[in-house]
């Protein structure tokens, strides 16, 4: 039966947010909403004014990627067709959205599915450089049956062209002439040096428009070729986008939840809660958790303001896991601190139940456990550890999900990028750019002797030399 999409509408509860709930002293006030409605207009106005300009262009990939799609659509059924393994080498916004859709839709032990249950290639993300990773790659896969996608925008990060350059180097040893079979390139059309490697080796090549940001660009090729690939119905994920997109298109935050969610947060940290912890009560939706923290880390932790007056702003996001996380993170959450906000990620309907059968009759204290399911035991104990935070006046929300499928993953994903937007307005900054991570990039360009980088190498060798009083 085909779903509604109001069926599968997420909704956003922060109840939890509030005075009425939390008590005075750490709850947000109605009044103090009202007081900020003006700052959420100007906000949501900014965003709109804006959307598919600089560095917005990610406002429209729900809308403006048709050709694209029916490309990405043709070269995954023929990747599919042809390779049993899907390699994707990439880091940050080039990786954390494809890991993240690939936990969340497919089956949780895919890779080590049989071929036949499985439907497509075996997938791995190398998302880091260490060599012993990179080794255990190679015992896992078999070339001539692999299809490498080397994703970077900007095509010089140090991680993804290292990767590139030893999986190359084994493909043409390998394959010679047929090395550039194994390899799809997904970056700039413009600048870049994996373009212009692409264009001299003959690669099949997918663009990364020049306005989406890494973490910005799950929707654009980035995500979309690894997830369909794997037989994620992509149209679907951007038809969710495009659906929560209208849903927010006014400033009113109880009508938007992205505008919800980026006001609440924005008060909160105005109130010292500078942590946000992103929950999931999913294994499938832990790796959302990790994306999230990118996008909010990334885009949010500024030192200067767009007017360059200070800001130092930002939330340190915290990945936790539900239930698992009850059992070592949720004592700190409840107990330390005033200085969290937790969000909850609830899922109205898993995708499979499972009941608890009969057993231990003897021991009442296990025995009350048999005939419910572990779908009532994994929501009972969100909305336990929820009573638990509330009782002690600890901020927290709940993002709802009717279920995990393309269509709310689209929504969330998209939902959570729009409130970046608002906050990142609210606080006055540039959202979009990342000088703390170009610091490090440039710093390791400038130790490896990269051209164009002898002042930087300098500035490097001049810094105080480390101290043995200080080491032991
Ligand atoms: O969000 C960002 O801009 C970064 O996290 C980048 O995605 C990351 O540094 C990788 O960059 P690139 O895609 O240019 O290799």
């Known amino acids: ?102 936990q969340a839709l497919k089956h949780l032990h895919y890779n080590d599915l049989k071929d036949k249950a499985r439907k497509g290639p075996k997938f ?33 990060t140090s991680e993804t062209m290292s990767q590139y350059l030893i999986i190359w180097d084994m493909l043409k040893q390998k394959f010679g002439e047929r090395a550039k079979d194994h390899v799809i390139a997904t970056t700039s059309m413009q600048s870049g040096n994996l373009i212009k490697i692409a264009k001299k080796e003959g690669l099949k090549t997918f663009y990364i428009p020049d ?14 070729l690894p997830a369909a690939v794997l037989g994620i119905d992509i149209k679907k994920m951007l038809k969710g986008a ?21 006001i609440l947060q924005y008060l909160a940290f105005n109130q010292g809660k500078n942590v946000s912890v992103m929950m999931p009560y999913a294994d499938s939706l832990k790796y ?10 990334e885009s949010l932790g500024k030192a200067v303001k767009k007017d360059g007056s200070p800001a130092f702003v930002g939330q340190t996001p915290v990945k936790s896991l539900g239930v698992t996380d009850q059992h ?26 499972v009941t608890i059968p009969d057993g231990c009759e003897e021991f009442p204290n296990v025995n009350f456990l048999c005939g419910h399911t572990l779908n009532e035991l994994i929501d009972t104990e969100r909305r336990a550890t929820e009573y638990a935070l509330t009782k002690k006046q600890r901020l927290n929300n709940t993002i709802y999900l009717p ?25 006055g900054i540039d959202t979009y750019d990342q000088p703390g991570v170009e610091e490090g990039k440039n710093a390791t360009y400038a ?9 930087k190498r300098k500035e490097l060798e001049s810094a105080p030399k480390q101290s043995k009083d200080y080491i032991c």
């Open 447 to 455: 130790m490896f002797g990269r051209v164009g980088y002898e002042e």
């Open 1 to 102: 039966m085909r779903q509604r999409s109001q069926d599968l509408r997420l909704r956003f509860d922060f109840n939890n947010m509030m005075s009425e709930y939390v008590g005075k002293e750490q709850g947000i006030t109605k009044a103090q909403l009202k007081a900020n409605s003006e700052l959420c207009k100007k906000a949501f106005e900014t965003v709109q004014e804006n959307r598919g300009k600089g560095m917005m262009g990610w406002s429209e990939l729900p809308y403006n990627q048709d050709q694209v799609v029916a490309d990405i659509l043709e070269t995954a059924k023929a990747v599919r067709k042809s390779c049993k393994y899907f390699v994707v080498l990439g880091i940050g916004g080039s990786a954390l959205g494809p890991i993240a859709v690939f």
């Open 328 to 353: 070592s993170q949720v004592q700190l959450y409840t107990e330390g601190p005033f200085d969290k906000v937790v969000t909850f990620i609830a899922v109205d309907g898993y995708r499979g139940s």
């Open 242 to 262: 495009a659906y929560i997109d209208k849903l927010c298109n006014k400033p009113d935050y109880t009508k938007n939840p992205a505008m919800a969610f980026a």
């Open 211 to 224: 306005s989406v940001g890494g973490r910005f660009s799950e929707l654009c090729p980035v995500g979309l």
């Open 403 to 427: 279920e995990v499928n393309e269509f709310t993953l689209g929504e969330f994903m998209f939902m959570l990028e729009l409130a970046t937007a608002y906050i990142g307005e609210m606080f």
């Open 124 to 156: 791995y993300v190398e998302d880091n450089v260490d060599p012993e990773r990179m080794l255990a790659l190679f015992d896992v896969i078999e070339p001539e049956k692999t299809i490498f996608n080397v994703i970077t925008k900007s095509g010089s």
């Open 288 to 297: 959302m958790a990790d994306w999230y923290c990118q996008l909010w880390a």
